[in-house]
């Protein structure tokens, strides 16, 4: 394996690590029930709960995955690459948005009083981020943003795509870590801090590609 192919597996792996982190960070429904099993159940019930929304994530990834290889082809005229991944700049622009201005706390329920079996809380995690579709659409405008979907490089991408899941896992692993650590000091208004730092992050870093690819700072990567 030459020194350019194995620099194109780290580029994908990095994207599909950053890919997974920003799919989990949002305080969604299991963002805030994996901070609340964490508080009530201990850190390891909070972390299997977000393993348990890595699976859901991971099925959607490969169904757009699976969808946008097959449009990629029509698409490889650059001109159509700057607009794919223009489109998916302004989506997730718009996502870091409302991640930023929303108060995920409003529908917070509270979380039951007995513990149950790992693999039911796993199970239920599971089922509230599988319930939820409208995940498709930021793992669409993730791919886009970043040329992650190549058809040209399917072993690079399947590289990527296991990366994800660790992705996610090191997003779960690192909140439910400090969320133990500050248990006693943790209320709502830390749910909406944590919300509003990550809306910010994903609102200046869609800015910075945005403005790279608008003024042509990096070069586009070929679909084929």
């Not at 989990?24 to 429904?29: E, K, L, N, Q, T």
Request: proline share 4%.
């Amino acid at each position: 394996m030459d020194f350019p192919v194995q620099l194109d597996i780290l580029d994908f792996i990095f994207k599909g690590l950053l890919i997974g982190i920003i799919a989990s960070a949002p305080m969604g429904p299991v963002g805030i029930l994996c901070i609340q099993r964490t508080l009530n159940k201990g850190r390891w019930y909070g972390f299997i709960t977000g393993l348990g929304a890595t699976l859901s994530d991971v099925i959607y990834a490969l169904i757009v995955g699976f969808g946008m290889s097959f449009i990629m082809k029509p698409l490889s005229n650059p001109s159509y690459q700057f607009i794919l991944q223009m489109v998916g700049s302004i989506l997730l622009l718009l996502f870091g948005i409302y991640c930023f201005i929303s108060d995920p706390t409003k529908n917070m329920h509270k979380s039951g009083k007995s513990k149950g079996s790992i693999i039911h809380n796993g199970l239920t995690a599971f089922a509230v981020t599988f319930s939820n579709p409208l995940i498709i659409f930021l793992f669409m405008a993730t791919f886009a943003q970043f040329a992650f979907i190549q058809p040209a490089h399917t072993f690079e991408m399947i590289a990527g795509f296991i990366a994800i899941p660790i992705g996610a896992m090191m997003w779960w692993y690192g909140l439910t870590w400090i969320i133990s650590k500050i248990k006693g000091k943790f209320n709502k208004k830390g749910i909406i801090i944590i919300n509003k730092i990550i809306g910010a992050i994903v609102i200046l870093f869609s800015l910075i590609i945005l403005f790279g690819i608008i003024f042509n700072l990096y070069h586009l990567p070929s679909f084929y």
